[in-house]
């Protein structure tokens, strides 16, 4: 089972900044984040990951709680080309990568 | 382009034909992965290598045979499938199964028709 609780689906506006939130209230401390997101019938795209600190690379950041229990990812400047599915995964470094349902990101013109 | 190819990009076959996909990656990675998608489905792990040698196989049926003859490499042999074995099947990659984040890099996948 995933473990991760994430929106079915949200709307922004193109040009905005999307947030896209996750609850992993049941996180270990030996758990990172990771962030994957996945065009219609394509593979899905690594997106950012992080244990404990706020990351950023030239896709997203990823803002994750004090607490670890939840995280925000963050697409700066949301593109038409950013719709898909936005999947956050809580994994151990060997753990199996487990996919939920996702997130379904519709970027509006 | 994350450094994963998949071929053929599309497939239909019959029941009981014998066929095979195929997955190619230049990142340098050794470990190597194949995951199913079907509709409306999560993706499920079938199977996992780690330099070369099979680590996981997650009671996945005989009808679908790995092999994986060097690290670069990974084939998906596929004979006398049925029609729910239609879906959308992935290879991705890693460093090193075993080391480090593990972080995993798909490749485009292979779209299964069976007839």
């Known amino acids: 089972d995933a473990k991760t609780t994430q929106p079915t689906s949200m709307d922004c506006a193109e040009g905005r900044a999307a947030n896209l939130p996750c609850n992993h209230s049941?996180?270990?401390?030996?758990?990172?984040v990771y962030w994957y997101r996945q065009i219609h019938s394509q593979g899905p795209q690594y997106i950012i990951h992080?244990?404990?600190n706020n990351e950023t690379n030239e896709m997203a950041s990823l803002i994750i709680t004090e607490d670890r229990k939840s995280s925000t990812l963050i697409l700066p400047h949301a593109t038409l080309r950013d719709t898909a599915v936005y999947y956050c995964?809580?994994?151990?470094?060997?753990?199996?990568?487990?996919f939920g349902k996702g997130t379904r990101l519709h970027i509006l013109p | 382009e994350t450094g994963v190819t998949q071929t053929p990009r599309h497939l239909v076959m019959g029941m009981t034909n014998k066929k095979s996909l195929k997955c190619e990656q230049h990142?340098?990675?050794?470990?190597m992965y194949w995951y199913k998608q079907s509709a409306k489905k999560p993706l499920e792990l079938m199977f996992v290598?780690?330099?070369?040698?099979?680590?996981e196989n997650n009671s996945v049926p005989s009808r679908f045979s790995p092999e994986c003859p060097n690290s670069s490499h990974l084939f998906l042999h596929l004979h006398t499938l049925q029609p729910e074995d239609s879906a959308l099947y992935l290879c991705?990659?890693?460093?090193?199964?075993?080391?480090?984040?593990?972080?995993?890099?798909f490749g485009p996948g292979t779209r299964l028709t069976v007839l």
């Open positions: 991705a990659s890693s460093q090193n199964r075993g080391g480090g984040t593990d972080t995993q890099y």
């Open positions: 049941t996180i270990s401390g030996n758990e990172y």
């Open positions: 992080g244990l404990k």
């Open positions: 995964i809580v994994r151990a470094q060997d753990d199996k990568i487990i």
């Open positions: 990142l340098g990675h050794n470990a």
């Open positions: 290598y780690n330099f070369k040698e099979q680590t």
